[in-house]
């Protein structure tokens, strides 16, 4: 990884997104110390898990009575 102080960083902005596309990571020095306040990491495409679908498949039962009757507009909340 390539530091680099605040005042370097803005001075060259334009080539240290060029390093960074490039797949480098740049730290950012601050303070008296001179410590690392910041990375600038390339992006990386995040991927989402897999959805589960029928997780609770066999876990229940449901059952209407013959009785059972409703409207679309009780349905649907109206």
């Known amino acids: 990884m390539k530091t680099m102080s605040v005042g370097t960083f803005k001075a060259n902005f334009s080539q240290v997104l060029k390093m960074v596309l490039a797949g480098e990571e740049v730290g950012i020095l ?3 110390k001179k410590e690392i306040v910041a990375k600038l990491v390339p992006k990386t495409e995040e ?3 897999k959805r589960k679908l029928g997780i609770l498949e066999g876990k229940g039962k449901i ?3 013959t009785d059972f009757k409703i409207t679309e507009e009780e349905f649907l909340g109206s």
């Open 63 to 65: 059952r209407f009575g």
């Open 30 to 32: 601050y303070g008296k």
């Open 47 to 49: 991927k989402k898990p």
